[in-house]
């Protein structure tokens, strides 16, 4: 989560958006997968991130917690931001 923040402040919100927003949603129920998903608002991934994504320490590792926790690390890069997320046991 720390790099994904950070990430954020980094890069989605240039300009020093005041409007920048994160969003962060962890669900686990009783007897049901837990859920993780991380959002902002700010201007997105590039469009060559996949090609860099073995480069990138960052996408390494959440790549790695997302091994660790037996699951796949999804992404959807929208306009308006990003989202990672991925369930886990």
Known sequence: ?????????????????SNGKIYIHLRKMVGQEGFFEYTDNGIGLPEDTEERANSSMGIRL????????????????TQDGVRFWFNFK
């Open 1 to 17: 989560m720390n790099e994904l923040v950070s990430n954020s402040f980094k890069y989605a919100f240039p300009d020093d958006d």
């Open 62 to 77: 959440m790549n790695r917690l997302a091994n660790q926790l037996q699951t796949s690390l999804n992404t959807d890069k």
